[in-house]
């Protein structure tokens, strides 16, 4: 007998409906969820192309339909080793713990950079149905995060302060900390401190280079360009720096680093280099992560509180989720602290090695 080969049956997405209709996703979203501010002619031009396509709205439109459920979704933009991270992983921790502590699940949805417009819709449809949406950060998620606020969903972006944004906002203050990190350096009397930067695409990258360079306007030094290594968070990028750094006619006695795991890496590359941590050269990290105590010695450190912004992230979405009211979005910025161990010694101290 002869079996005849089952039909493939292509699965009709929010995005396909979309284009056929010449509307956007919002729109579609907003008609399977029988949004009253859609107008006539669009619903019925949307409703005609449902019809026409077949198009059955998955699980998250239908609990959309019907009021959301008891899950708030967390966004994370995917990167390379981003669950050995301490950013993701304390994230994840702060925001799960709190949500359940609130009788919240948590839909974790890793996102890639630059999203197409079809991958745009699957990632639609897959958190469309969450009470309120967090993002880890907007880098890379921006269109995502504009779709989501225009489908009316309660959304909070973390590690992000933007006034003109209709989403809450909860973030480090990492200006203040980077600039406290390079105050004490320079109070230890260093004169040629260098900086390996985090990724400049992210607002904390920038804010920790803003403040490593107000701090040496502010004691009236001179922000030297080859002293400023542009990175982007990975440890492998400030291993390459290292060299960078040695090579110049007079290398740095100090070096502030964007984070504790590049700073780790950076310890390692020094000491490949016969370069003493801090006999030679005085290391500063940023996060007082794991990475600051494992090593040889402790690293000096900008301690911030990610458990806490999770925490709070959490709380504000939860505010905006049952606010009966268009609620105010909430700005909160949290302070950091500067802590001291064995990686930094002032110039002096450093000849005293010796």
């Known amino acids: 007998m ?15 409906v979309a284009k056929r209709a010449g509307v956007s996703i919002t729109t579609v979203s907003r008609v399977i969820n029988k949004n009253p501010c859609v107008k006539d002619y669009n619903r019925d031009k949307v409703n005609s192309v449902i019809a026409e396509l077949g198009f059955r709205p998955d699980i998250s439109a ?7 459920i008891n ?30 502590e609130s009788g919240l699940d948590v839909l974790v949805h890793l996102t890639a950079k630059d999203l197409k417009p079809r991958s745009l819709g699957t990632h639609l449809d897959n958190i469309s149905f969450c009470s309120g949406v967090i993002f880890a950060d907007i880098h890379g998620n921006e269109k995502l995060l504009e779709e989501v606020i225009d489908m009316g969903t309660p959304c909070i972006v973390m590690n992000h302060i933007d006034d003109k944004l209709d989403a809450g906002c909860v973030a ?5 900390g980077s600039l406290n990190a390079v105050d004490y350096i320079i109070s230890l009397g260093h004169k040629r401190i260098a900086t390996i930067t985090g990724d400049l695409g ?6 920790r280079l803003d403040g490593y360079k107000k701090s040496l306007k502010k004691h009236a030094m001179r922000v030297d360009e080859s002293l400023i290594k542009r990175c982007d968070f990975s440890p492998q990028r400030a291993r390459k720096a290292v060299p960078e750094l040695l090579a110049l006619d007079e290398y740095p006695t100090a070096i502030f680093v964007a984070s504790d795991e590049m700073a780790a890496e950076a310890i390692k590359a020094l000491r490949e280099n016969k370069v003493k941590v801090p006999q030679d050269i005085s290391i500063v990290g940023f996060d007082d992560s794991w990475f600051a105590t494992q090593g040889p010695l402790g690293i000096t450190t900008v301690r911030q509180p990610l458990g806490a912004m999770a925490e709070k992230s959490v709380a504000a979405l939860r505010d905006l989720i049952h606010s009966k009211t268009k609620a105010s979005m909430p700005r909160i910025v949290l302070p950091t ?16 090695f010796y």
């Open 337 to 352: 602290e500067l802590i001291v161990r064995e990686s930094c010694v002032s110039p002096l101290k450093q000849e005293d």
């Open 202 to 207: 992210i607002q904390a990258g920038r804010d």
């Open 62 to 68: 239908r609990h959309l339909a019907g009021g959301r």
């Open 2 to 16: 002869v079996r005849k080969r089952r039909k493939k049956i292509t699965k009709i997405s929010i995005n396909d």
């Open 172 to 176: 480090i203050d990492n200006k203040r």
């Open 71 to 100: 899950t708030i979704g967390l966004i994370i933009p995917r990167f390379e080793d981003m669950f050995h991270t301490y950013y993701v992983t304390e994230v994840v921790r702060g925001v799960c713990n709190t949500a359940s």
